[in-house]
């Protein structure tokens, strides 16, 4: 399974951009995006999840002030994040996963994309 994610580039603050992530395969597991800022450890923005009766449910960490809007293609295996009223401090590498799983309490993902660099500039 691969990821490739896609629409990062650079934009003044205020902005807004639109982010794809096409997965290769259809396969039944979420699909998530996180973000990575130099220096900080990646976190997670959203995701879909695979889990039983909440399958496909989309959920968002809570500190994106609801800027990120999360929303998916399942024909097309993709998946895309919308932003918009972009701020500096959202300057990050994004990143699209999928095949989420659970050890110890903690989520992580099986599959990776390579990430799509976000630039906002005052």
């Known amino acids: 399974v691969q990821v490739v994610e896609s629409g990062g580039g650079s934009v003044l603050a205020g902005g807004s951009l639109n982010l794809s992530c096409v997965r290769s395969?259809?396969?039944?597991?979420?699909m998530a995006w996180y973000r990575q800022a130099p220096g900080k450890e990646r976190e997670l923005i959203g995701r879909?999840?695979?889990?039983?009766?909440?399958?496909?449910?989309?959920t968002y960490a809570d500190s994106l002030e609801g800027r990120f809007t999360i929303s998916k293609d399942d024909p097309k295996n993709t998946l895309y994040l919308q932003m918009k009223d972009l701020k500096t401090k959202d300057t990050a590498t994004y990143y699209c996963?999928?095949?989420?799983?659970?050890?110890?309490?903690?989520?992580?993902?099986?599959?990776w994309g390579q990430g799509t660099q976000v630039t906002v500039s005052s």
């Open positions: 879909t999840t695979s889990e039983g009766s909440r399958e496909g449910k989309i």
């Open positions: 996963a999928t095949c989420e799983s659970w050890s110890a309490g903690r989520l992580w993902y099986q599959y």
């Open positions: 395969t259809y396969v039944t597991c979420g």
